[in-house]
C-alpha cells in the first residue's frame, strides 16, 4: 500500500480532531434536520442537563447567524427557504472542564464594521446591561440579531471571540466562538 504524504488522509483528519478534541464539526447548509442532528449529539458530551441546554441554545444561536449573516447560501428542500453555508463546531479542553462551541462562514467585507461594533459592544455589558438591552431588542423587530449575540453571552457567561479573516476583496470568513463551563451534575 502505498503512503500519501500531503496530510489529506482519513487518518490525518482523525489526528487533529483528537490532538483538538472535537467532538462535532458540521460544514454545509444549516438546515433545521442539520441543527436537530447536531442537538442529538451534543446530548451524548455534557455532564448535566445544565450544560446540555447552554451548549444547544448557543449552537442554535450561532446556526441562527450563519443563516442571517453567510455570503454563500443555498435553497434547503427540508426548510423550503434560502439558509446559510458554514461550519459548526464543538470542543472541549483535556480536562472536560470547558466547551467551546464556534462557527465560521462568509460575510461580505462591508458587513464587518457593523458586526465588530455589535460585537464589541454586547462583550463589554454587565449582566444587568445585558438583561435590558435583550429586553429592548425584542422591542426593536428590525435588530433581531443582536438578540441571538446576547442569548450567547448570557447563556454561555462569557464573552464571545471572533475574527475576520480575509478570503478575496469582497469577502472575509467569520469566526465566532465562546467558552461554555461545565456544570458539575
Given at each position: 500500500?502505498?503512503?500519501?504524504?500531503?496530510?489529506?488522509?482519513?487518518?490525518?483528519?482523525?489526528?487533529?480532531?483528537?490532538?483538538?478534541?472535537?467532538?462535532?464539526?458540521?460544514?454545509?447548509?444549516?438546515?433545521?434536520?442539520?441543527?436537530?442532528?447536531?442537538?442529538?449529539?451534543?446530548?451524548?458530551?455534557?455532564?448535566?442537563?445544565?450544560?446540555?441546554?447552554?451548549?444547544?441554545?448557543?449552537?442554535?444561536?450561532?446556526?441562527?447567524?450563519?443563516?442571517?449573516?453567510?455570503?454563500?447560501?443555498?435553497?434547503?428542500?427540508?426548510?423550503?427557504?434560502?439558509?446559510?453555508?458554514?461550519?459548526?463546531?464543538?470542543?472541549?479542553?483535556h480536562?472536560?472542564?470547558?466547551?467551546?462551541?464556534?462557527?465560521?462562514?462568509?460575510?461580505?467585507?462591508?458587513?464587518?464594521?457593523?458586526?465588530?461594533?455589535?460585537?464589541?459592544?454586547?462583550?463589554?455589558?454587565?449582566n444587568?446591561?445585558?438583561?435590558?438591552?435583550?429586553?429592548?431588542?425584542?422591542?426593536?423587530?428590525e435588530?433581531?440579531?443582536?438578540?441571538?449575540?446576547?442569548?450567547?453571552?448570557?447563556?454561555?457567561?462569557?464573552?464571545?471571540?471572533?475574527?475576520?479573516?480575509?478570503?478575496?476583496?469582497?469577502?472575509?470568513?467569520?469566526?465566532?466562538?465562546?467558552?461554555?463551563?461545565?456544570?458539575?451534575?
Amino acid at each position: 500500500m502505498s503512503q500519501q504524504n500531503n496530510n489529506d488522509t482519513p487518518y490525518d483528519f482523525y489526528k487533529l480532531v483528537e490532538e483538538h478534541h472535537i467532538l462535532l464539526a458540521f460544514q454545509g447548509m444549516m438546515t433545521t434536520d442539520v441543527l436537530t442532528m447536531m442537538g442529538r449529539n451534543v446530548k451524548e458530551q455534557a455532564e448535566s442537563d445544565i450544560t446540555r441546554r447552554r451548549i444547544f441554545s448557543v449552537m442554535v444561536e450561532l446556526v441562527q447567524n450563519i443563516n442571517l449573516y453567510s455570503a454563500e447560501k443555498d435553497y434547503s428542500e427540508s426548510d423550503k427557504k434560502m439558509v446559510g453555508k458554514g461550519i459548526v463546531i464543538i470542543a472541549t479542553n483535556h480536562d472536560k472542564s470547558a466547551f467551546t462551541v464556534g462557527s465560521g462562514n462568509t460575510v461580505k467585507n462591508e458587513q464587518i464594521d457593523y458586526l465588530k461594533q455589535k460585537l464589541d459592544y454586547i462583550n463589554q455589558l454587565d449582566n444587568e446591561q445585558l438583561r435590558g438591552y435583550f429586553r429592548q431588542q425584542l422591542r426593536t423587530p428590525e435588530d433581531q440579531d443582536s438578540k441571538g449575540l446576547v442569548g450567547i453571552i448570557r447563556k454561555a457567561k462569557n464573552p464571545l471571540r471572533y475574527e475576520f479573516l480575509p478570503t478575496d476583496n469582497e469577502h472575509s470568513f467569520f469566526i465566532l466562538t465562546v467558552q461554555i463551563n461545565q456544570e458539575k451534575k
